[in-house]
């Protein structure tokens, strides 16, 4: 076994990636292909020289190994840590409206049932994401995340001027509208940014920061809601609050948030040279002004992302059932109302654990594929606990067990559907079909547990445990549809020789030498 310095890792120069586009031919067996690159840690070495991608076999010098290790702290440091709380911003911004129920603002508003406010959220928040990634190809990151955050945070704020029902549903349809743009954006950027063997753990940490935002916004919203004011009511100083510290993360965005790698000031000239091979073999290297309406095409065509996002969009219906409704299960299990939401930091720090450490658990299932269907059963674990019995304590658990498990999908499904694209045009339409979809489960959420079926709520627990069912048999099939497309081009891979640099790389995941990830 060579030694860390003698070692030669998988990449290449980039000068060489010409000669070797059309290239198929494959060494490694179907598991080096497969595990390879670890989310596990960021350790870039592996027990093989190389590794089969979209431009043929690639390699990096020990030097450039160091300048990638380098790179990736580098950008975990300084972007991907300040994008986590950006996205920490739009959710408690998202889960206001659940989180001011409990503090009056129904009564205030004679808001009869805020099902409709809750659900429109997620309408518009479907219907702009793929327009935004769109838009995203002309602008710049920094200037697109940080206008999309602006917007959302004084949205926000002004849900404290509304006087009816029909106030909070323009606010919140307006809000989905900005944060629809910036979930889809936060995820093209770091695949922008990171290899695909590397985009789950950075998911997994943004998406963690949302359940840090349930962990203390239950206990914020209790305390706001006991502030005495004679000039605004409790739910006003809460929609004040949120909007006024995400409109501070808005405008540090702008100067903080960094546009692509090789336009970079913290980095250096090597690291630069080395994650742009990296890129350029997998075909997600991009600047603003890149688009391409074959890889457009090829995305809306494309059957494998269609599933990812119906996957995604069942996935997320038990994910959202905790954020939303937590606050509202504690409190009618018999815990009081300051004390209930209190007690729904506890299921949203399970969240937060299990989001913040799903590379790690993604790696110790074997695969997403696996870890997805693996969580998907604790969930129904959980989801019975809540159904069976009338014992509060039991119920707290089982809300607990799957408030945890259920949000492991919700980054290992876009993590899987990303990295198993080539293109940067069809990686940011994937991640914004994925994500827009996905989202769009919290809108069934929104009606699954009406006041009606208080307290114990079996009717929306039985549909989760079904839609629990239903990702578990897709994301199976599509694994073993995943495995078999591998298969077939190792045995007969297509001949791309007589094709041009720009129709080999829209080909992107069609390239016989490109291999899926399970």
Known sequence: MPSDKEHVAVLAKKDSISANLGSTTTECDETTKNTLHDDNDDDISSSSPSLPELQGELVLTAEEQDAYRRYLRKADLYLTIFICAGYMMSFLNRIALSQA??????????????????SVFYVSYLVFQVPSNIVLRYVRPSVWLAFLATGWSITGGCGALAKNNAGIILVRFVIGMFEAGFTAGAIAVFASWYPRDKLSKRLGWMYSSASLASMWAGPAAAGLGNIDSTKLRPYQILFIFYGGISFIWSISAFFVVKDYPETCSFLRKD?????????AQQGTEGNVGEFSRVQLIRSLLDWRIWTWSVLGFLANIPAYTGPLFAPIFTVEMGFGRVAGQGMSAIPSFCSFLVSFFSGKLIQLAGGTSAAVAISQVFNIVGLVMAVATTQSAVRFVGLC???????????????WAVSNQSGITKTAIASAMVSSFGSFGGFVTSYMYPST??????????????????????????????????????????????????ELADMGDRHPAFRYRV
Do not use: W
């Open 453 to 502: 079926t208080a307290p114990r709520y079996i009717p929306g627990h039985i549909t989760n445990i079904a839609v629990c069912v239903a990702v578990v048999v897709g994301t199976l099939a599509m694994r073993i549809s995943l495995q078999l497309s591998n298969r077939s081009r190792e045995k007969a891979p297509a001949d791309v020789s007589h094709l041009s640099l720009t």
């Open 401 to 415: 067990l799957f408030t945890g498990a259920s949000i492991l999908s919700v980054p290992a499904i876009p993590g």
């Open 101 to 118: 129920k409990p503090v009056g603002i129904a009564t205030d508003l004679h808001i009869s049932d805020i099902t409709v406010p809750l």
């Open 271 to 279: 690291e630069k040279q080395a994650i742009s091979k990296i890129m």
